[in-house]
């Protein structure tokens, strides 16, 4: 496995106009444009790397019968608070993530009357220390108020203490009464209420996330019944989408770059489901999801190698440093399932830090269904790993990608167009 971290960020960039982003949703979700790639064969005459056009609302008609889809089924958060001080200055809080405390995210969302979280804050310098700011609505005929306490710095955010007087509601309810839709920040514009919906993707379920995993916005009903028709499955998993997705890349090499962190949980089910469609076709929508799957491998692989077999996550680089022979997918997750029948688990949480990067050698996922994303951004490094080199031309596989898009209109980020990734290497 070549090793990634001697990559040089700038080789990853494409001119980006601001006016392909996209600002806002088409008005019907399965409308967008869908490319699909495959790697161009060396007898390829064209030397096109077999690209082609259609939209979402066929896109059962590019995916072999029997396959599996896998999504990612977090829900995003009302994650942004605005609070305005008594002096009248407003102070804004991102909530990004609990306090290590929680085990999970799932369990500080659940919290009652009180939470802890990590917190971006806008105007931090006009917050004191310990001080409480509040934030007033009316719920049900009763006043709710909604208390933020500063508590202290760390090195890349705030822990704020929120509190609120309904003992009743959840920190999931109060952020959904009193919060926004945090957009991504390349959307220069304030939410509206449609994007309450349109943010969200149809299937989303597990409250955590402050970025939607975008590849499944496109998804509809009518999709996934012409999907049912063909006997293509679809499971699911949960990744909770942090901020860290929009984190730029500033260091000049990629072994300087500390990658974000997310939480995923995935059910003994869907991991005997994956096991059961090895040599099929294992198509991941959405980055988060790729990651969620590839990350999985390497659980398994933990697991047999690690005697203390207690370590469940993934570092950034770790997976780089293994040498061949390296187990099978086959093996490997079936020892994850192993490990949780041993611990009497139906799912498995674990944290991962995986970069995905050219030279990365994929394990479980066959194609991949994503947007178009930022320059010199891990997740375009990640599509580049993914599509490798077109043989006849020489030219990476993203790249011919992105030109092909920027060449007939597609729609960039995360309210545009998508494309359907299929690897042959």
């Excluded at 990612?72 to 958060?77: L, P």
């Excluded at 290590?100 to 105007?123: N, S």
């Excluded at 509190?163 to 509601?169: A, D, E, I, K």
């Excluded at 990640?382 to 920027?406: C, N, S």
């Amino acid at each position: 496995m070549t090793d990634p971290r001697t990559l040089s960020i700038k080789n990853f960039t494409y001119s980006l106009p601001g006016e392909r982003i996209a600002k806002h949703p088409l008005a019907e979700r399965d409308a967008s444009k869908l490319l699909i790639y495959k790697e161009a064969r060396p007898d390829d005459p064209v030397g096109r790397g077999n690209i082609t056009e259609d939209i979402y609302k066929n896109f059962a008609d590019h995916i072999p019968a029997n396959s599996l889809l896998i999504f990612n089924d977090t829900k995003v958060v009302e994650a942004r608070l605005l609070f305005q001080k008594p002096s009248g200055g407003v102070i804004e809080i991102f909530c990004l993530e609990p306090h290590q405390h929680y085990p999970d995210i799932t369990t500080a969302m659940m919290q009652h009357e009180k939470v802890q979280w990590h917190c971006l804050i806008g105007g931090a310098s006009k917050w004191k220390h310990g001080q409480i700011l509040e934030k007033k609505i009316i719920y049900n005929s009763n006043e709710l108020i909604l208390n933020a306490r500063y508590i202290e710095k760390t090195s890349d955010s705030f822990i704020v203490e929120l509190s609120w007087n309904h003992p009743v509601l959840s920190f999931a309810e109060a952020l959904h009464l009193f919060g926004a839709i945090p957009l991504p920040p390349y959307i220069k514009r304030e939410a509206d209420t449609s994007d309450a919906e349109r943010y969200q993707t149809v299937y989303a379920h597990y409250e955590g996330s402050v970025a939607a995993p975008t590849a499944g916005l496109h998804f509809t009903d009518a999709v996934f019944n012409k999907l049912k028709e063909k006997d293509i499955q679809k499971d699911f998993v949960t990744l909770h989408v942090g901020a860290g997705t929009f984190k730029p890349v500033k260091t000049e090499v990629m072994k300087d770059h500390e990658m974000h962190a997310e939480y995923f949980t995935v059910t003994k089910t869907t991991i005997q489901n994956l096991i059961e469609h090895l040599d099929k076709n294992i198509i991941a929508v959405g980055t988060t999801s790729l990651r969620t799957l590839e990350s999985l491998y390497w659980l398994g692989v933990k697991l047999t190698t690690d005697d203390s077999r207690q370590t469940i996550e993934i570092s950034q680089w770790e997976v780089y440093d293994y040498k061949e022979p390296l187990l099978s997918a086959y093996d490997s997750l079936n020892s994850l399932i192993k490990w949780m029948d041993e611990k009497r688990l139906n799912s498995l949480t674990a944290k991962t830090q995986i970069i995905i990067a050219p030279g990365y050698q994929f394990k479980i996922v066959k194609g991949l269904v994503t947007n178009f994303h930022q320059p010199q951004s891990t997740l375009l490094l990640l599509v580049a790993a993914f599509t490798g080199q077109d043989l006849p031309t020489g030219q990476a596989g993203w790249r011919k990608v992105y030109e092909y898009a920027l060449a007939n209109n597609f729609r960039f980020l995360s309210y545009g167009d998508g494309n359907l990734l299929w690897r042959d290497h």
